[in-house]
């Protein structure tokens, strides 16, 4: 670890931009990785024939995916030209790649949803929520490849990590808010998403800290992304316990628990959007890893 | 060679030269021509008039409204006039060869143009902001009462007609040099053996090595100390060159995510 006084800085201003993104763009995230957890819910459910959950996740996918896009908008600064992101189709843009992968979802998850209200064309309503099932989990991932691709060194560094952080939330916070809505009969695959998914959330937490080493892992561990950090933590252990253990026979720990869960996973993401501030705010984070890459010490 | 020449990588067929800008920071007076020069030709708005206190340098940074900033450095050194040794450098967007901002652009606002750099289209533009945390060197900015971003053009407009940059054209001692990126590395080379042998061991170049992580900068510069006390990073370096190695981990984690929620269904039916 080295030490603040021997990174050499201009008045110790920053060097990176602070991101421009508000809160709008964490809360994007959560709701499109649950919105893409929900639509695999959805299309598990639709395959086994669990009518109920399938409807149900259904309706949450469509819900988050309309949040979600509706944030992605109000945070542009020119709103009004969202469909120049329908420009062009860039491959080195992860937001480009996001968004065609976000139309795509949308398209068929609502298709889905259609056949299944108007009882119409149900084998291709059951296609549709395939398609969705089956693009959801580039929908879940490319937000963490999004962050990942940018020059804030608590975003970049863990860049093999965070796709997996986002998966297992998608899939943690997707299962919660299943098991909160759904009757604890049904919620059965619901409960096992969401018990899996809070305990790989939780490990690959842990793995990004390890990766990112003291010094960068700082970013996460201090100030306001540590605090929201430790929130999640515990919003997501409690709430899985709660909703695996006591969720199965009790309905009032199903919603508890499935709730506190997807609060889990919604908190991460503002820890991870603030460590990325705060990583761009001070330069000896740019400084010093930069300098050990280079070989020239401190 | 065709490192150097990101105009043809980019589709342009017959192009001229690519452009640029050598900063000697060895010959900078600091008087700021320089910025006054770019707000003027550009009709780039005043971004706050503030006393920074950090030496002369009351602009601060680059931002979306100021294009050329010139920091001030003052280092206590025995010899020099008042003890003290005057660092002064004109920044600027760095064209860079593997420019992040262009690469991460969904809209494809920010292009190439036909001389190598990098521009913003206005028209184009949806203030998405991902350039922003992309750019390695903090330069690109949203100017926020109008929604998009904005960054130094290298003066496209006066390119086209032929003429030099409004900063290098109002540079009085020719510390901004504008010219062919190719000749003006040469330049620099020599200019930095000239310093050598006068003694300035500190004189090195930034950003005229097309294998560093950008590829090379477009705007380069002659340093007389590390580039970290200019406020420049040390080692920049365009993320998406780890793209490939990225969508791989997302891949893995997207697959691992389909056959957790699989064996959930397939586990216990009831
Ligand atoms: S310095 Fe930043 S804004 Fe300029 S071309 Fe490079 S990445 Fe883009
Ligand atoms: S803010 Fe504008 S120029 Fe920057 S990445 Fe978004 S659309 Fe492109």
């Known amino acids: 670890m080295v030490p603040d006084a021997e990174v050499r800085t201009y008045y110790d201003r920053p060097i990176l931009k602070q991101p421009v993104w508000t809160w709008l763009v964490p809360a994007y995230f959560f709701t499109g990785g649950l919105a893409a957890g929900s639509a695999m819910l959805a299309a598990g459910a639709r395959l086994t024939g669990n009518r109920r959950l399938a409807r149900q996740s259904r309706l949450v996918a469509l819900g988050a995916l309309g949040a979600s896009t509706a944030l992605l908008i109000k945070d542009l600064g020119r709103p009004g030209r969202f469909y120049n992101m329908f420009r062009v189709l860039k491959p080195t843009s992860p937001m ?13 998850a609502a298709a889905g949803m259609a056949s299944d209200v108007l009882d119409v064309l149900p084998g291709l309503g059951a296609l549709a929520d395939m398609a969705a099932g089956g693009i959801a989990p580039a929908v879940a991932t490319y937000t963490a490849v999004l962050l990942a691709d940018t020059a804030v060194p608590a975003w970049h ?62 970013t996460y561990e201090q100030g306001l992304a540590g605090t929201l950090g430790t929130w999640s933590k515990a919003l997501t252990a409690v709430g899985a316990v709660t909703a695996v253990a006591g969720g199965r026979r009790f309905r009032p720990l199903a919603v508890a628990g499935g709730l506190a869960t997807a609060a889990g996973g919604a908190v991460l993401r503002f820890a991870i959007f603030e460590a990325g501030k705060a990583a761009a705010r001070d330069p000896k984070y740019v400084v010093g890893p930069q300098r050990r890459e280079a070989g020239v010490g401190g | 060679m065709s490192a150097a020449d990101p105009a043809a990588i980019a589709g342009w067929e017959a192009h001229p030269p690519r452009m640029g800008f050598f900063t000697d920071t060895s010959v900078c007076i600091g008087c700021k021509a320089c910025e006054v020069a770019c707000k003027e030709w550009n009709n780039v708005p005043e971004d706050g008039l503030a006393w920074l206190g950090l030496s002369y340098d009351n602009t601060g940074s680059l931002g979306a409204s100021t294009w050329r900033h010139v920091a001030f450095i003052e280092q206590p050194q025995a010899g020099q006039d008042h003890g003290i040794r005057w660092l002064m450098s004109s920044d600027v967007c760095k064209h860079c060869t593997s420019a992040a901002c262009l690469e991460v652009c969904p809209t494809g606002s920010l292009i190439r143009t036909e001389f190598g750099t990098v521009v913003v289209q206005q028209d184009i533009c949806n203030g998405c902001g991902y350039c922003v945390s992309a750019c390695p060197f903090g330069v ?24 030099t940059p409004a900063c290098a054209k109002a540079c009085p001692t020719e510390s901004i040099q504008f010219g062919p990126l190719l000749e003006l590395r040469t330049r620099a080379e020599q200019r930095v053996d000239s310093l050598q042998a006068q003694g300035e061991t500190g004189a090195r170049l930034y950003g005229a090595d097309p294998s560093d992580g950008v590829g090379g900068t477009g705007a380069f510069f002659l340093l007389l100390d590390d580039p970290e006390v200019y406020g420049l990073p040390p080692k920049p370096a365009s993320t998406t060159r780890d793209l490939p190695s990225m969508w791989k981990s997302a891949a893995m984690a997207a697959l691992s995510l389909t056959a957790g929620v699989a064996a959930a269904f397939l586990g216990r039916r009831r």
Do not use: M
């Not at chain 1, 480009?96 to 068929?108: P, R, V």
């Not at chain 1, 965070?162 to 809505?181: I, R, T």
């Not at chain 1, 049904?186 to 793995?207: H, Y």
């Open chain 1, 96 to 108: 480009s790649i996001g968004s065609w992968a976000l139309g795509a979802f949308g398209s068929a």
């Open chain 2, 140 to 163: 690109i900015d949203r100017r926020e009462e109008d929604g998009r971003v904005w960054k130094c053009t290298l003066c496209y407009d006066r390119l086209k007609d032929d003429l």
């Open chain 1, 157 to 218: 560094e863990a860049r093999h990590e965070l796709p997996f952080v986002f998966a297992a939330s998608a899939a943690a916070s997707a299962g919660g808010v299943a098991v909160a809505l759904t009757p604890p009969s049904e919620a059965g695959p619901a409960r096992r998403v969401l018990g899996a998914g809070a305990l790989a959330e939780l490990a690959a937490v842990e793995a990004l800290h390890r990766r990112l080493g003291p010094e960068l892992a700082a």
